[in-house]
C-alpha cells in the first residue's frame, strides 16, 4: 500500500500570454485531484535555492522532494536537484514513458473548448 503524501511540490513554469495561463491552471488541478496529494505549493521557483528549500522542511513539512528519473537541469547545466540531494532529501521515481502531463493538459482544454 502506498504511503500518503502530506504534501506536493508543483515546479510547473509560467508563462504571460493567456494559453499558457490556462495550462498552468489545468496543471495545477490536475496535481490538486491526485488522491494522495494534500496541499500544492504553487509559484516555485525552477531553481530550489536553500532559503526556499528549507521553507519546504520546516514550514510545509515536507520529507523529501521527488522528481521523475528523467534529467532536470538548470541554464547553467548543473542539477536542479543538487541541494536537496546534498541534504539527503531527494527521492526520484520511475518515470512513466510515454505518459505526459503536458499531452493530457493539452488534451483537456482542446475537449474544454470544443464545447
Known amino acids: 500500500m502506498m504511503e500518503r503524501l502530506r504534501k506536493i511540490l508543483a515546479k510547473i513554469k509560467k508563462k504571460d500570454d493567456e494559453e499558457e495561463k490556462g495550462l498552468y491552471a489545468c496543471r495545477v488541478v490536475m496535481v490538486s485531484s491526485v488522491k494522495w496529494v494534500d496541499e500544492v505549493i504553487t509559484d516555485a521557483p525552477y531553481a530550489i535555492n536553500e532559503e526556499f528549500m528549507n521553507k519546504l522542511f520546516v514550514e510545509h513539512n515536507i520529507d523529501y522532494i521527488i522528481h521523475g528519473d528523467d534529467p532536470c537541469l538548470l541554464p547553467d547545466g548543473s542539477d536542479a536537484y543538487a ?16 505518459v505526459s502531463s503536458t499531452d493530457i493538459v493539452g488534451m483537456l482544454l482542446a475537449f474544454l473548448f470544443s464545447l
Request: no cysteine.
Open 83 to 98: 541541494l536537496a540531494k546534498k541534504a539527503g532529501r531527494y527521492k526520484q521515481i520511475k518515470r512513466t514513458e510515454g
